[in-house]
């Protein structure tokens, strides 16, 4: 019986139950188990032993306490995959996902809307990575030294006959670069041109329906290098006044930005409403924000402006988006 009641107890501890096994007998053959629960401000004053066996003679009485045991597995970390870091070292802001008003708003009365900025349009975009700013010289040029990326198709700008190549220009935009060569630059890098609505809303924000990226004050040479004030581009970055509600830096003037889309004047009228990607084919690419040449109606967020991909001025530059994972 001694044994029984051993290998009770034993059975009662490997099971973790953690509580007194009362054991009671009548005569010597026969016994009844009955668990009780204890509650655990019960337990925590008084340490229980590991295992204590009372038998009487006559089995009238026997406890068997089992130790509360707690088999916990612990998994092994697994780290998560992380992408290999991009070539293209730069500082990149990040785009939450949610609604933004894109278009021109007629209702701002400082806004003069043309056909193909209309209509005003709620459109809703998946989370993104956007460069702050514009790809430099110094940048395009790693991508060339790694065989990603072919030179730009001259080496001055407009008003400099060494400005590509020369250190003193390092971080002045990228120029005389095509369509091609800017989506080349951006896959290089992991990354890829923006869509329309995503440079949009980048430029803008989410808050309202400015005009500018700095708001609806208008432009003058403390908010950006437009209206050929200084006759070429500017060092990036120049002009934190002018920043976008996100901290976009030359969203407006410096250099034009190439985006992906193809373009099409009444796309606004039929475009998707979720992460528009633009039309599917075209004769022109879409650029974006205006340049150091042009006047103030071009520095507007709604602005739109079309180039065949082939072409490359000395007001045409690049900037990427990467898809948060």
């Avoid at 973790?16 to 204890?38: D, N």
């Avoid at 278009?103 to 998946?126: F, R």
């Avoid at 992906?260 to 528009?276: C, E, I, Q, R």
């Amino acid at each position: 019986m001694t044994c029984r009641l051993l290998s009770l107890g034993l059975l009662w501890f490997l099971l973790g139950i953690g509580a007194p096994l009362q054991l009671h007998g009548e005569s010597p053959g026969s016994f009844r188990a009955t668990h009780h629960r204890v509650g655990l401000q019960e337990q925590q004053p008084k340490r229980v032993p590991a295992a204590t066996v009372t038998v009487s003679s006559q089995l009238t009485q026997s406890q068997i306490y089992a130790p509360i045991i707690a088999f916990v597995a612990v998994p092994t970390p697994v780290p998560l995959p992380t992408p290999p870091p991009s070539p293209d070292q730069t500082e990149e802001i990040l785009i939450r996902a949610g609604e933004f008003q894109m278009g021109c708003d007629m209702s701002n009365p400082i806004e003069t809307c043309s056909p193909n900025q209309k209509p005003l349009h709620t459109v809703y975009l998946d989370a993104y990575f956007i460069d702050k700013y514009e790809v430099t010289n110094a940048r395009y040029r790693v991508c060339v030294e790694a065989g990603g990326c072919t030179p730009p198709w001259q080496n001055n700008s407009y008003t400099r006959s060494h400005y590509y190549g020369n250190p003193e220009f390092d971080n002045y935009p990228v120029i005389r670069v095509d369509w091609y060569q800017a989506a080349a630059f951006c896959t290089w890098g992991g990354k890829r041109l923006p869509t329309e609505a995503e440079w949009e809303r980048a430029a803008r924000g989410n808050q309202d329906t400015r005009k500018f990226p700095w708001g609806n004050r208008p432009a003058d040479d403390t908010l950006l290098n437009y209206n050929n004030r200084l006759h070429d581009t500017d060092a990036v970055g120049s002009y934190s006044g002018g920043a976008s509600p996100d901290g976009l830096m030359d969203m407006a003037g410096n250099v034009w930005e190439w985006v992906n889309d193809w373009y099409a004047g009444a796309y606004y009228k039929s475009s998707p409403l979720v992460n528009p990607p633009g039309p599917p084919t075209g004769e022109y690419r879409v650029r974006r924000g205006g340049s150091w040449l042009n006047k103030e109606s071009d520095m507007r967020v709604a602005g739109r402006s079309l180039k065949p991909p082939e072409h490359w001025p000395s007001a045409i530059g690049i900037r990427c988006v990467r898809p948060v994972e």
